[in-house]
């Protein structure tokens, strides 16, 4: 009968055992509480002191060069314009076309350098850019200096095939002026010619027939290149940087976050201060198991040392 009861008592004392670890801390729930507390203040009154930080974002189109008869190409791949804005040269220029030193030191510098992000979404051409400053006028004025340092070297890029476009289009519409003048010259002779005998007549007017036909479809292939470069050289197809999303700024600094640390600051609290008594508890639990006790531990022992002589 004591065997059932003990052992039901054993099995209890199994079965809450995930109750041990809380009456182990609750003594120290006080002094648990109290850490998580200051810790959480101290999170608060640091957020607070730290200056604050904004960040600005913006998109951007690369420069795209038109073709004839044939879909416009990017000026340069868009890997490579990443790359571009993210080189330590191009952002320099930046700060000092914002009145920034560039020295490794200088924390503003620094704080530009290190937030500065240049990505290029999945399945896109655009870039996607965005970097951090003391203030909210600075990060929006930082991104759209990067902006134009890019829209002037791909400017640079454009202009020979503008240029070139341009010489070819004058070319053409030149010679379409010097077509239509001889294909009215023709067509002039051909009604002069109706004076004529009917024998001469009928072979002058199949040899002009013929020349002006040729005439006709020589207009025609000069207008389709007219046309093929007018296309090539419309903004649609030809254009420098776009700018598919403005330079914004968060209105809210993105630094810091008082609320958010102040809840973190609190649970790294808690979670040293559970860790901190589990472990000087385990510690001392092991020490005193290590120990041996001076006394004799049951009533058979303390018998048998009466016993003795």
């Not at 039901?8 to 995930?18: A, K, P």
């Not at 002039?188 to 007549?201: I, V």
């Not at 403005?246 to 860790?275: D, E, K, Y």
């Amino acid at each position: 009968m004591t065997e059932t009861h003990d052992s039901w008592r054993r099995e209890s004392s199994e079965d809450l055992g995930f109750l041990v670890p809380w009456g182990t801390l609750r003594p120290y729930r006080f002094r648990i509480v109290a850490c998580a507390a200051l810790l959480a203040i101290a999170a608060l009154v640091l957020s607070l002191m730290s200056p604050k930080v904004w960040e600005a974002e913006a998109t951007v189109l690369p420069g795209y060069v038109g073709q004839l008869a044939q879909p416009a190409t990017l000026l340069e791949p868009v890997p490579r314009v990443v790359e571009r804005l993210r080189a330590r040269s191009f952002g320099d220029s930046a700060l000092r076309k914002t009145g920034l030193p560039t020295s490794e030191n200088d924390p503003q510098a620094k704080l530009f350098r290190d937030s500065l992000k240049v990505n290029q979404p999945l399945s896109t051409d655009v870039v996607r850019m965005s970097a951090r400053a003391r203030s909210s006028e600075l990060a929006g004025r930082l991104l759209q200096e990067m902006t134009e340092n890019l829209r002037s070297i791909h400017d640079a890029l454009l202009a020979p095939s503008i240029a070139r476009y341009r010489q070819d289009l004058a070319h053409t519409q030149a010679d379409v002026a010097a077509a239509r003048s001889e294909k009215e010259r023709l067509e002039g002779l051909r009604l002069a010619e109706k004076g004529l005998a009917p024998a001469n007549r009928f072979s002058e007017s199949i040899h002009l027939g013929n020349l002006i036909a040729a005439k006709t479809a020589e207009i025609q292939g000069l207008e389709q290149r007219r046309l093929q470069l007018e296309e090539a050289l419309s903004p649609a197809k030809s254009h420098s940087v776009v700018i598919i999303d403005n330079v914004r700024v968060n209105p809210r600094p993105v630094s810091p976050r008082p609320l958010r640390n102040t809840v973190l600051g609190g649970f790294v609290g808690l979670f040293l201060a559970i860790f901190g008594v589990l472990l000087w508890k385990g510690a001392s639990s092991d020490a005193a198991q290590r120990t041996p006790e001076p006394g004799p531990r049951t009533a058979e022992d303390r018998a048998a040392r009466q016993r003795l002589p």
